[in-house]
């Protein structure tokens, strides 16, 4: 399992072949996504809910996803070193996965490794990531249900969220709910989800509080996902997130050979030349698109 | 110029005409980014310095990017009234602009818009910008010089900026340096700085406190703004990241032509029928690639 994801992280011919080979049998794990701001107690919630699916007999996987890691020389993979006597436990995986070069190219990676995971026939499979641009959002959206994870003491922690996780949340989660501050972050959740209204009240996000160190409201967390997933499943939300779950994958993958192509049409020498000559981008856009997508030039 | 830049942030043709004949008359405004994260002071810092640099006698404008705005209702334009007052003053232009669809369209709207703003004559242009993700890096890369905000209070600030500032950053303010915890914040910058190391040491982003409601630190900080800009002239290093501007434009101007293909091609139908029939992700991509990139099926 390690090398097939080492493969797949390698986004070569092999791990695309794995992939489309594997394709039919995923579709079965419950996937949950576990995102919010740095220092919000991410690693500690999901090692919690981890060890209780375990406890009730399910096999689990852990994806954390850093995509700020190339920065800060792996954070997540020090967290990851609490959960280690877990894994003597041949029922639970865990890997970290950090930025190598693009965020697309993570985003894409953890895609697909959730699907290597899924095919592997893994009950759960968390994705844990730090919640903070649209990068984390596209790997949000690897999972079934998302968990946004808020704290006290953050200070603007609530205004980040703001910009793009209320649309993915399926649940609220105050950590630290123990710490001064609890209150007031429950607070501005409630004004937040109350600002954002929605058509079917029934899907509006439950708040739960959890203190993770010390496990508590960790069951709780874990049976509100549950009725989540019943209640997405019930009104075709989870079949239309996983749709859509696809159709930004596609995206992603078109992206790429973009990317790719514009290397091969020269963009450098062009972006040199143009920078010399005093050219404005526009036109050398036009230029390069000619050779990106075969365009005829304008008449 | 309002109307101009209205056409501008419209992206259609007589915007593109526009920026093109006035392209070869950029290149002669200082170009300050003033970003960090929200509840920073950025708005009030960049009020005192465009003062400063009124009473100076230049002409001033400021471009306030807000790319949360589609969703938190415009809190930039609601800092904007404060600024009215000087409103009156013809050397002085202010311009609010908030995400319309797409972040890498504000990005594109913002750099065309500090062109026209250049070619209008304006001795100095403010860029201030939330700094959360990539799309803000680039925005602030529009700007010759950077400026990152931090304040004390706001928990992780300091961490946040780690996710992609850092490159860019030409000097970092602590503002609201009067209050509890300003020197944490600087301490923290500090071993930041000393971490990220650079290879020159002249060159290291110095770090000021200011107190912006107060107006306290603020000539300071236009003062090494200016020796922080000749710095890094004489070492062409404003040249290299002109050109790196250039790239990204270029970037992102064939970026908007691909989506633009992308749903040409068809992609939210061949989403649909591979949703229907279980094909995966990576035969999708392959299947519109031939119509995006006109690429001949695989033999």
Redesign the interface.
């Known amino acids: 399992l390690g090398r097939a994801l080492s493969l797949i992280e390698n986004g070569d011919g092999d791990g695309?072949r794995l992939?489309?080979a594997l394709?039919?049998e995923t579709g079965r794990a419950r996937v949950i996504g576990v995102t919010g701001?740095?220092?919000a107690g991410k690693s500690t919630l999901v090692e919690r809910l981890a060890r209780r699916c375990r406890s009730r007999g399910e096999t689990v996987a852990v994806l954390a996803v850093d995509?700020?890691s190339s920065?800060?020389g792996g954070a997540i993979l020090g967290d990851r070193v609490r959960m280690q006597d877990l894994d003597g436990d041949r029922g639970i995986f865990i890997r970290s996965m950090a930025t190598r070069g693009t965020?697309g190219g993570l985003a894409r990676a953890a895609h697909d490794a959730v699907d290597l995971l899924d095919a592997a026939g893994f009950d759960r499979i968390f994705v844990e990531t730090v919640g903070?641009?649209?990068?984390e959002v596209d790997v949000a959206y690897a999972a079934d249900t998302v968990v946004v994870v808020a704290v006290p003491?953050?200070?603007?922690?609530v205004?980040?969220i703001?910009?793009?996780l209320?649309e993915i949340a399926d649940v609220f989660v105050v950590n630290k709910a123990d710490k001064e501050g609890a209150l007031a972050v429950r607070a501005d959740l409630e004004q937040l989800l109350a600002l954002e209204g929605g058509s079917d009240p029934a899907l509006r996000p439950p708040i739960l509080e959890t203190v993770a160190v010390e496990d508590r409201g960790t069951a709780e967390l874990l049976s509100a996902l549950d009725r989540r997933r019943e209640l997405l499943a019930a009104r075709s939300v989870l079949a239309r997130r996983?749709?859509e779950r696809?159709?930004l994958?596609?995206?992603d993958?078109?992206?790429e050979?973009?990317l790719t192509?514009?290397q091969g049409a020269g963009?450098?020498g062009?972006?040199?030349s143009?920078?010399a000559a005093?050219t404005?981008?526009?036109?050398?856009?036009d230029h390069?698109?000619r050779a990106?997508?075969?365009e005829e030039p304008p008449s």
Do not use: H, M, N
């Not at 003491?153 to 922690?157: C, E, V």
């Open positions: 695309r992939l489309e394709y039919p701001p740095p220092g995509p700020t920065l800060t965020l903070v641009g649209q990068g003491g953050l200070g603007d922690d205004q980040a703001k910009a793009g209320t996983r749709r696809l159709r994958r596609v995206l993958l078109l992206r050979r973009f192509r514009v963009l450098e062009a972006v040199e143009a920078w005093g404005d981008p526009y036109a050398v856009a390069l698109a990106v997508f075969r």
